[in-house]
């Protein structure tokens, strides 16, 4: 546990390669498949990897939590039949990995995969599943990559056929309809806002990453370190100007290693508009940060510390020696580093919750940028007016207390990913009143903690209750008696202050007829909404959003709800849900390989992957919720609009469009 966020990072770093595999260079390593029949219920299939020069391929010895290659049979062949054991034959290696600070058996050049195939009964008219595997080069690591396997059973043979996608032809490739001119609506109204709207967006993920930041303060790793640093800065400087200009140094320099961290995303996003959407909503990435949130909050409550390599940090505190501004930077750096313990737990909320936000990296960076700010700021005052540094409060019980919320926090937030896969798989395990529920529980026991019924391995015995004990108890009690009609089937259920956070009202135990919302007239069903606004002459509202869209469950709860806009969306427009984070697979003849506007090669396999583009292509936009309005005949009624939280705003923006309509008509 001491070094998970080590391991984190580029196990971070495989997901985001994956998220981004199909836009780049050819996959590392290429599979050939063929098998054998060993009697009527037993088959050995043979597949055999060319790995590219210079990349190792991981095992399938690898452990789960480890990167690895794993070979799985689609749900329709495991029903069936079963893989009782895998043979490797290849030269394996077996070695330290520096990158993920472990050991790692790899292969090099080639090698074979025997699986032992068992049929329990009739084998199936088709065997599939795929290869799913990590490679390395370097310091570049590549994966979950997913080779697809097919083979058909011809007379109790299995031969192998291709499953290559295929480039899109006839009414596949019309992803871009021809017919909607974005430069051109019927009526000059709506728009995305971003000049003004953007600006005020990112000036609140600014302030979100400096209360972050503000509360990193307020940690063991980082309070104690405030008049130390700024002590030694004006006390070792003969020149009493020199040291507040270099602790100034010392400030910015942290806030400047914090905008550092969000760069390569940009990179990122550069190279695929829709990567970052994608990664926020990844399944496998969702449940590792579910994992990876739950122990920052065992860690929280003291029961172990999580820290960086004691490694890495004693080689960068080695360089703070050096003198200049060389010296300050690693100073700084230091401070990252070694608090990283409690300030870690925090990046990650808002490294999700900015990825998350509407797909872009510039959320990430302006979140960063404000949680560097708050870090840096009291390194600065206090070298300015240091005769403040008397009235900090002394360290003590009240630090460990302050991480143990932080870490009542951190299990409410773990739940949020669980929550974001199980929608977007639709596995049904995390209904919107189960959510509610769990936070309830957070929130009892966070209150008795605070009252000091509840005590931790860290945790001194409470002879009186402080002020600010009782306020906050108070505070988070009054919260958790809030959350309480969320387990209703009421029309109080819906708690519009943590609208987008819970499961959708949809998504609840009492079934879908417990939405007090809108329901769309059609979900992930294009061509059907078409066909419905001809057969009943209305306009389309096209409703891009994501089941782990935060603002488009605000819209939905908050907005449409509205009396005015329901009449209107409800009574003169067909309502079509385009869900660009759906990872259901789309049937196989449905799976293509489309060619955007600009060249890239892109596969559309899942239903996300088909309405993302489609966004991407005819809006130039990859942000949700996403309205646009169109004619039966797909003419651009007016400029689409994002989020709206103003209803009124909304509906005149819905009346336009209905008087553009009827222009038309």
């Not at 799976?591 to 005819?618: L, P, S």
């Amino acid at each position: 546990m001491k070094h998970l966020l080590s391991w984190l990072i580029p196990v971070f770093a495989l997901f985001t390669m994956q998220a981004n595999a199909q836009d780049q260079n050819p996959k590392p390593v290429k599979w050939e498949y063929s098998a054998e029949k060993k009697n009527d219920s037993e088959y050995i299939l043979h597949l055999k990897g060319t790995i590219e020069k210079g990349w190792q391929l991981f095992s399938t010895t690898m452990a789960d939590d480890a990167p690895n290659t794993r070979v799985v049979l689609d749900s329709a062949t495991s029903s069936v039949a079963s893989i009782v054991g895998i043979k490797e034959i290849g030269k394996l290696d077996t070695h330290q990995e520096p990158l993920f600070d472990m050991a790692v058996s790899v292969f090099e050049n080639n090698v074979q995969l025997d699986v032992n195939l068992k049929v329990n009964g009739t084998l199936p008219a088709n065997v599939k599943g795929s290869v799913n595997y990590m490679a390395l080069k370097g310091e570049e690591a590549i994966g979950p990559e997913e080779d697809q396997f097919k083979f058909n059973n011809k007379s109790g043979e299995l031969v192998s056929v291709s499953t290559a996608l295929k480039e899109a032809t006839g009414d596949k490739s019309q992803l871009k309809r021809a017919s909607i001119d974005l430069n051109n609506p019927v009526k000059n109204c709506g728009g995305t806002g971003q000049e003004g709207g953007e600006k005020k967006s990112l000036w609140g993920l600014f302030i979100l990453g400096m209360l972050g930041g503000f509360i990193a303060l307020f940690t063991p790793c980082v309070f104690p370190m405030i008049p130390l640093t700024v002590s030694f800065f004006t006390k070792k400087s003969q020149d009493k100007k020199k040291g507040v200009m270099n602790a100034l140094l010392y400030g910015f320099f942290i806030f400047l290693i914090y905008i550092l961290l969000s760069l390569p995303f940009h990179f990122l996003d550069s190279l695929n508009p829709e990567i970052l959407n994608n990664i926020s909503t990844n399944v496998v990435l969702n449940l590792v940060f579910f994992v990876i949130f739950i122990v920052f909050a065992i860690s929280f409550f003291g029961y172990f510390e999580i820290s960086l390599p004691s490694g890495l940090a004693n080689k960068v505190d080695a360089k703070t020696s050096v003198g200049g501004l060389v010296g300050i930077f690693f100073m700084a750096l230091t401070l990252a580093l070694v608090s990283f313990s409690c300030t870690g737990p925090i990046l990650g909320s808002l490294l999700a919750g900015s990825l998350s936000t509407d797909g872009g990296a510039m959320q990430l960076t302006v979140g960063m940028g404000g949680f560097g700010f708050a870090l840096a700021l009291p390194f600065a005052l206090f070298a300015l007016f240091p005769g403040w540094l008397n009235s900090l409060p002394k360290s003590g019980g009240w630090l460990t207390s302050v991480k143990v919320v932080l870490g009542f926090l951190e299990l409410a937030m773990a739940l949020k990913f669980l929550s974001n896969a199980d929608l977007v798989k639709h596995w049904g395990l995390l209904k919107r009143e189960v959510f509610f529920g769990i936070w309830i529980i957070i929130g009892v026991c966070l209150v008795l903690y605070l009252l000091g019924k509840i005590r931790f391995p860290h945790d001194s015995p409470i002879k009186k209750l402080s002020k600010a004990r009782i306020i906050l108890a108070l505070l988070f009690g009054a919260f958790t008696l809030y959350l309480i009609p969320g387990v209703t089937n009421t029309k109080y259920a819906n708690r519009s202050l943590i609208s987008g956070f819970p499961p959708p009202l949809s998504y609840s135990i009492y079934g879908e007829d417990a939405a007090k919302g809108v329901e769309p007239n059609v979900i992930n069903d294009y061509e059907k909404a078409l066909q419905l606004a001809k057969e009943q002459h209305k306009p389309i509202l096209l409703d891009f959003t994501g089941w782990a869209c935060v603002n488009c469950r605000k819209m939905e709860e908050n907005v449409w709800p509205n009396d005015e806009v329901k009449v209107l969306i409800q009574k003169d427009y067909i309502l079509v849900s385009l869900y660009v984070d759906d990872r259901k697979m789309l049937p196989e003849d449905q799976q293509y390989i489309y060619t955007t506007t600009n060249g890239r090669k892109k596969e559309i396999k899942t239903v996300g992957d088909k309405f993302a583009t489609m966004q991407t292509e005819n809006f130039v936009n990859n942000s949700q919720p996403f309205y646009v309005l169109i004619s039966p005949d797909e003419k651009l009624l007016t400029h689409p609009v994002g989020y709206t939280p103003s209803a009124k705003e909304y509906a005149d923006w819905l009346k336009c469009g209905l008087e553009a309509f009827k222009s038309q008509k």
